[in-house]
T-cell receptor
Framework: GAGVSQSPSNKVTEKGKDVELRCDPI?????LYWYRQSLGQGLEFLIY????????KSGLPSDRFSAERTGGSVSTLTIQRTQQEDSAVYLC??????????????FGPGTRLTVL | QKEVEQNSGPLSVPEGAIASLNCTYS??????FFWYRQYSGKSPELIMS????GDKEDGRFTAQLNKASQYVSLLIRDSQPSDSATYLC??????????????FGQGTTLQVKP
């Protein structure tokens, strides 16, 4: 079946502009995660959505970052007034969460964001 | 600050050898441990998960967990050039209340030389 999809695959923007990144999770997956991966680094957790629960926003680095998940499916990560340090690959993952902490997260291909 | 530590490498092994990748974590309440493989320019994919102390084998891969020492490792037997990738250790952030949340290490780059 279809995996996690993300768009755009690449985004180049100018400092100060706003960007929107989209994630389409695997159908039926209740949990959705956003991560950021800077060059040569591990994955940095940003935000987590699970069903109708309030999202865990504890990883968002500043108030310029926000995310929403509409209808329990598609999610959009918005970065306002982009800065050069926001340049990274933004990865989305989804899982069918059973609540036991053992669920496999399936990753999308990522969006490579470059802020000039 | 909860941490997951890995040696960034690169770890270089000859083809056919055993590659040993190590990971330590700081949060004693962590219950679930994962190894993801990430090829250059690609997204991570899960290769092993382990939840209980001891060894878990899957083909050429063996994950080892020692909760008392807060240590998890991945052994790759008969290493192949196609195993060359970055291996990310991830630990469930059980204490956060969100059981799905993972903390990732920075990854170890493995190079298998023909």
């Amino acid at each position: 079946g279809a995996g996690v999809s993300q768009s755009p695959s690449n985004k180049v923007t100018e400092k100060g502009k706003d960007v929107e990144l989209r994630c389409d999770p695997i159908s039926g997956h209740t949990a959705l995660y956003w991560y950021r991966q800077s060059l040569g680094q591990g994955l940095e957790f940003l935000i987590y959505f699970q069903g109708n629960s309030a999202p865990d926003k504890s990883g968002l680095p500043s108030d310029r970052f926000s995310a929403e998940r509409t209808g329990g499916s598609v999610s959009t990560l918005t970065i306002q007034r982009t800065q050069q340090e926001d340049s990274a690959v933004y990865l989305c993952a989804s899982s069918y969460e059973t609540g036991g902490g053992t669920d496999t997260q399936y990753f999308g291909p990522g969006t490579r964001l470059t802020v000039l | 600050q909860k941490e997951v530590e890995q040696n960034s490498g690169p770890l270089s092994v000859p083809e056919g050898a055993i590659a040993s990748l190590n990971c330590t974590y700081s949060d004693r309440v962590s219950q679930s441990f994962f190894w993801y493989r990430q090829y250059s320019g690609k997204s991570p994919e899960l290769i092993m998960s382990i939840y209980s102390n001891g060894d878990k084998e899957d083909g050429r891969f063996t994950a080892q967990l020692n909760k008392a020492s807060q240590y998890v490792s991945l052994l790759i037997r008969d290493s192949q050039p196609s195993d060359s990738a970055t291996y990310l250790c991830a630990v469930n952030d059980y204490g956060s209340g969100n059981t799905g949340k993972l903390i990732f290490g920075q990854g170890t780059t493995l190079q298998v030389k023909p």
